[in-house]
């Protein structure tokens, strides 16, 4: 029942969002400024027809993912080693303090400098969702439980038995976090390095080629396209970690032996 | 266990200066006191988690082994079932599967936990997460145990029924036991002997008691007595 009103209250706020569209496109009444409702949904599957489509919208997931990917190892592993080690921390304080301060825009143009266009979203995406996910994985690793600790050590867990029951359990939620906001944050920056960059294949370069031409219908269309990439991103990551917590569970009842 | 002229220090404050006490073997020491007394840092001691500045700590031989180690709140794994929780204490001592699987689920029972093997943590009571540490603390194989004031934040009702499963399983195999507490009631009910501290040279108080654990009465005038003259050197401390 909860989850029906949710959805629709989702669906009454999109529908409002539209509304808010149609009639402040109505009001300006003009095609370049904010066309409306209904020539957008036309270019958008007229888009979607087109046989280079597929190749745009795959150039940009695949290098979402694999920033995504790469971040996920690299700011784990340094995240957890900084965590254990305060002077590795130390270390890399003024690096990552650098990365969250310096805007997208910069990295994107600098990197446009030293890499081909291709090179440019992957590399600027992982910088920029680099820090977020090292920061929550030190964090996990600086907040674990004192107090279980002292318990696995006085009931003489072994190092693989307190790894796996106690210390990855406890960094799972920020792993999750991290990797949450990394993921959305991942979408923005390689799209706005496409713009920037204009790669063969991209949602950001069709964007970019349309907003030369002034084509607003094609620009809103490639973003519309962006926003649904970016909500089946945030979907399947939902899912994966919906689907592993249920597996846990599964794996976990196996485990306790039937008592008849 | 003998705590042997033992003398510890935090800064300014000297805790324990040139201490001793001993807990006989197989039986139950209680120990009262105001916070920071010592009492946590002689459970610290005990477990070797702590050394003294000076004296020493001497162990019986059949108390040199692990140490089970019932902590005031329940330190469950969060995200393993109650099951779990018991059976990873074991692994340590306990090498066959099906040993520890007997191991667990008998103490599991004996606690009433029987129906809630496969829940989580988050999904019990405070009673019951407590209780899931009582079972764990004696499925796991020790030789001497260190009880820091486990029933601290439960109300009476489930106070007093976890005592009363305590004192079943205790019963069952007896072993060395350090119980600190705030409560001079339930110092009364656990302990063969109960001490207060209060003065980092010696105990304030220190008097055993003779009455058979499982016919001692809180009502007992006996028990009441011990129980007002507690209260007063505390009150007093």
Redo the contacts between chains.
């Keep these: 029942m909860r989850s029906v009103k949710r959805n629709l209250v989702l669906l009454l706020a999109s529908a409002i969002l539209l509304i808010i569209w149609q009639v402040a496109s109505l009001l300006l009444d003009s095609q370049i400024l904010l066309p409306s409702l209904g020539p957008v949904f036309t270019t958008l599957l007229g888009l979607v027809r087109e046989p280079v489509f597929t190749s745009n919208v795959l150039f940009t997931v695949l290098r979402a993912l694999e920033s995504f990917l790469i971040i996920l190892v690299c700011a784990s592993i340094l995240g957890v080693l900084a965590g254990r080690y305060s002077l590795l921390s130390t270390f890399l304080r003024p690096f990552v303090t650098t990365l969250k301060a310096v805007p997208v825009m910069s990295i994107i143009l600098l990197a446009f400098i030293w890499f081909s266009s291709g090179t440019v979203p992957l590399f600027s995406a992982f910088l920029m969702g680099f820090p977020v996910m090292f920061v929550q994985m030190e964090m996990g690793v600086k907040q674990l439980d004192s ?2 600790d ?2 696995c050590d ?5 190092k693989q ?1 307190k790894l796996v ?2 210390i990855v ?2 960094l ?1 939620p920020f792993f999750v976090t991290g990797a949450k906001t990394a993921l959305s944050m991942v979408w923005k920056v390689v799209i706005a390095a496409e713009v920037l960059t204009v790669p063969q294949y991209g949602v950001g370069s069709r964007m970019q080629l349309a907003q030369m031409q002034l084509e607003t219908d094609k620009v809103l269309s490639w973003t519309l396209i962006a926003i649904f990439l970016t909500a089946f991103g945030d979907l399947v990551f939902a899912l994966v970690v919906d689907g592993v917590g249920a597996l ?1 569970h599964r794996l ?2 196996r ?3 039937c ?1 008849s | 266990m003998r705590f042997l002229n033992i003398s510890k220090r935090y800064g300014e404050n000297q805790v324990f200066d040139n201490f001793s006490i001993e807990v006989s073997p197989s039986t139950i020491l209680s120990v009262v006191g105001p916070s920071g007394e010592g009492k946590t840092t002689l459970l610290q001691m005990a ?1 070797g ?1 702590l050394s003294p500045d000076e004296g020493m700590i001497e162990k019986e031989v059949g108390e040199q082994g ?4 019932l ?1 005031q ?1 329940p ?1 469950l ?5 109650v ?2 929780n018991v059976e ?2 074991l ?3 306990c090498k066959e599967k099906h040993e520890r ?1 007997e191991r667990a ?1 008998h103490y599991l029972d004996l606690v009433g936990l ?1 129906d809630s ?2 829940l989580y943590p988050y999904q019990l009571s405070g009673g019951m997460r407590q209780r899931v540490a009582i079972a ?1 603390a004696f499925a ?1 194989q020790c030789d001497l145990m260190l009880l820091d004031e486990p029933f601290q934040s439960l109300d009476i009702k489930l106070k007093y029924a976890l005592v009363t499963s305590f004192i079943k399983l205790w019963e069952e195999s007896p072993k060395t036991t350090l119980f600190v507490t705030h409560d001079p009631k339930e110092a009364i009910l656990l302990g063969d002997a109960v001490c207060c501290l209060g003065n980092p040279k010696q105990p304030l108080l220190y008097q055993t008691i003779d009455i058979p654990r499982k016919a001692r009465n809180i009502g007992d005038a006996l028990l009441l007595a011990l129980e007002a003259k507690l209260m007063g050197t505390l009150v007093q401390s």
């Design positions: 107090n279980l002292e318990m006085l009931y003489g867990f072994s038995t029951h106690f359990p406890s799972v846990k976990d009842a485990r306790v032996p008592v | 477990a988690l692990s140490i089970s180690y902590f709140e330190r794994l969060p995200a393993s079932t099951y779990e990873l204490s692994r340590s001592f699987e689920l029987q093997l496969s764990r796991h």
